[in-house]
């Protein structure tokens, strides 16, 4: 079934319902960012891959609305399916909402899947929509009578996470939700997103591809929790330890009906950005409390053990990216290599890392005009190859038992033009001047975020994507809520940096067509000092690899702005130089690392 007749398939479903307008989300039932393929409807219906979209369909037509990161990938996805890219001019702006407004009628109605559209998606639906007369049906996945081969619900195994990664027990931090519970004044709390319960529990999975998650639900009151997961799933030992720890373990598809059997008398929390409309509907007449989750904050702030973990898993990450570099280096003085060869040979070296557990996330690895695509994915019939000459990018990172990492390097191939240098320059400028920041406490990521814009915008340059997200200790590399971004409309913009929050410093710069620039860097939100105007924060760089000097325009440099690399190098030499075995690996490092 190609993409026009599994599009005409879904039209035929509508008509039955009567359902003038059908919304597909990007979203699972747990609106997770990367899903299973379970729930990849609207990348199945379209063929638009990206990990950002909405699909609507109509009887006369269909579009895509995604962000800048994925135009260039859309058009060709797109193309030929009779869908149309609608191209959003502002990042995650709700810009389909206010076409369907328009393109609806009164008593027509909008469909979609209440199972994975949130309770905060389906209220915004509804207050924009009900003006107009539209109504909502979230009753029917009409993509499910006709996807006759669809993934089944993943069942991976499960694993307990050791205290000595975690830093934190299971006991502990579900005394330290109850603790939450009490301080609310509510009787339990529902938690959705698969992160917080992993966190949660101390467990980990491979449910989602590139995040240690499972899908479950966990349910946590004052003296005790359940988990819904499926008891098939649990060794007798992990077993044993949840009992241990007040833990009942259910059913997965048992949810719906412990939420219908929550007790009336009492008051349950929930976070309607992540409580599917569906699980609303099903606590109709509920005592609710829209209270957010609160293992947000807790997952967000790492604790001294996975602080001391990161520190060290950016030392053996830097290893294999070392190893990958030379690697290339010397192959492309005799024949050229692809993308997709970059992208194995990297997780190779990892993998050949302790503790090693997969990549974070798909590698970009975008050689000249194919690094100006910001979301990039290399396919081994159509990936460029590379010879010595031009500019890659390579935006990757690992999933370690003691860590995630997520770096991003962009490398010169052969000699460098002027204009390669200054938008190369401008970019380094804006990543050391946020590396460098001192804030008061406070301080929301929409504000720090322009730091890293500055020299670009001196210039009349921008680029279309946030300049950092929160990541996770071995779970999400994109993780909420924190995060660097123009706008404070977002959890990332308006959230105020917190000591403890290990974020991504990663600004670009993109010239269609013929290369794409992006330096990135974790850095950890520390304290810093207190004044007579209050108390002040700064960052701690995490990630440890040298940054191409050859792509560099020095004279654009300033004193501290030198400093500041020559002082990072050093860093990275003192890092990486111990684990490494090989004179001739340690000579490679240290040729990187010299000073200015």
């Not at 669809?150 to 991976?156: I, L």
Request: aromatic content about 10%; glycine content about 8%; hydrophobic content about 40%.
């Amino acid at each position: 079934m190609n993409i026009p007749s599994r599009i005409e398939h879904l039209r035929a479903e509508m008509a039955h319902h009567n359902i003038t307008a059908y919304l597909v989300p990007s979203s699972d039932p747990h609106q997770s960012e990367y899903v299973a393929p379970r729930w990849q409807t609207r990348a199945w219906l379209s063929g638009f891959t990206g990990s950002a979209g909405t699909l609507i369909v109509t009887a006369e037509g269909a579009g895509v609305w995604t962000d800048s990161r994925y135009f260039i990938q859309g058009e060709a996805q797109l193309a030929g399916s009779g869908i149309t890219l609608e191209r959003q001019q502002v990042p995650h702006a709700p810009e389909h909402v206010d076409w369907l407004v328009e393109n609806l009628r009164a008593g027509q109605q909008l469909g979609f899947d209440g199972r994975v559209v949130s309770l905060s998606q389906a209220r915004f639906l509804e207050e924009k929509l009900s003006t107009k007369g539209i109504k909502l049906n979230a009753k029917y996945d009409l993509a499910a009578n006709f996807w006759e081969d669809r993934p089944k619900v993943p069942t991976s195994e499960v694993y307990a996470f050791d205290t000595a990664y975690a830093g934190q027990s299971r006991a502990e931090k579900l005394t330290e939700i109850r603790t939450w519970l009490t301080k609310v004044g509510v009787d339990a709390v529902l938690l959705v997103a698969l992160d917080e319960i992993a966190w949660t529990l101390n467990i980990r999975a491979a449910d989602v591809a590139f995040n240690p998650v499972c899908l479950s639900y966990l349910l946590v009151t004052k003296n005790d929790a359940q988990w819904f997961v499926g008891k098939e799933r649990i060794d007798q030992k992990l077993s044993t330890a949840l009992k241990e720890d007040g833990v009942e373990v259910a059913d997965y598809s048992k949810i719906e009906t412990a939420l219908q059997n929550f007790p009336a008398s009492q008051q349950l929390a929930i976070d309607p950005t992540t409580l599917s409309y569906r699980f609303y509907e099903l606590l109709a007449g509920k005592d609710l409390k829209e209270s957010g989750s609160p293992v947000v904050m807790m997952k967000a702030i790492k604790n001294k053990t996975e602080i001391q973990h990161f520190r060290n898993v950016m030392c053996k990450d830097g290893v294999a990216l070392l190893r990958l570099f030379r690697w290339l280096e010397k192959t492309l003085k005799t024949t050229t290599v692809t993308e997709v060869e970059i992208s194995e040979r990297l997780a190779e070296f990892r993998s050949q890392q302790n503790l090693y557990k997969g990549e974070s996330f798909p590698a970009i690895v975008g050689y000249n005009g194919n690094g100006a695509i910001v979301h990039y994915h290399a396919e081994p019939a159509t990936c460029a190859s590379l010879n010595a000459s031009g500019i890659l990018l390579l935006d990757s990172g690992g999933q370690y038992l003691d860590g995630t990492t997520d770096i991003t390097r962009t490398v010169a191939l052969g000699s460098t033009t002027m204009e390669q240098r200054r938008h190369f320059t401008l970019v380094l400028k804006g990543m050391i001047a946020l590396s460098k920041a001192r804030f008061p406490k406070g301080t929301g990521g929409a504000q720090l975020d322009t730091m890293a814009r500055q020299f670009l915008w001196q210039e009349g340059l921008d680029y279309g994507h946030g300049t950092g997200h929160g990541v996770g200790f071995f779970l999400n590399v994109h993780e909420g809520p924190q995060g660097f971004a123009t706008s404070a409309v977002t959890s990332r913009g308006r959230t105020a940096l917190q000591p403890g929050m290990v974020t991504s410093n990663e600004p670009g710069f993109y010239r269609t067509g013929h290369y794409g620039i992006r330096i990135e860097n974790l850095i950890l939100c520390v304290e810093d000092r207190s004044t007579d105007y209050g108390n002040f924060l700064r960052f701690e760089t995490l990630t440890l690899f040298p940054i191409d000097r050859r792509l560099l325009q020095l004279d654009m440099l300033s004193e501290e702005e030198r400093k500041w690399l020559n002082d990072y190098h050093q860093q990275v030499l003192a890092g990486i130089l111990p684990l490494l075995k090989e004179d001739e690996e340690r000579t490679w490092l240290r040729q990187q690392c010299q000073p200015l």
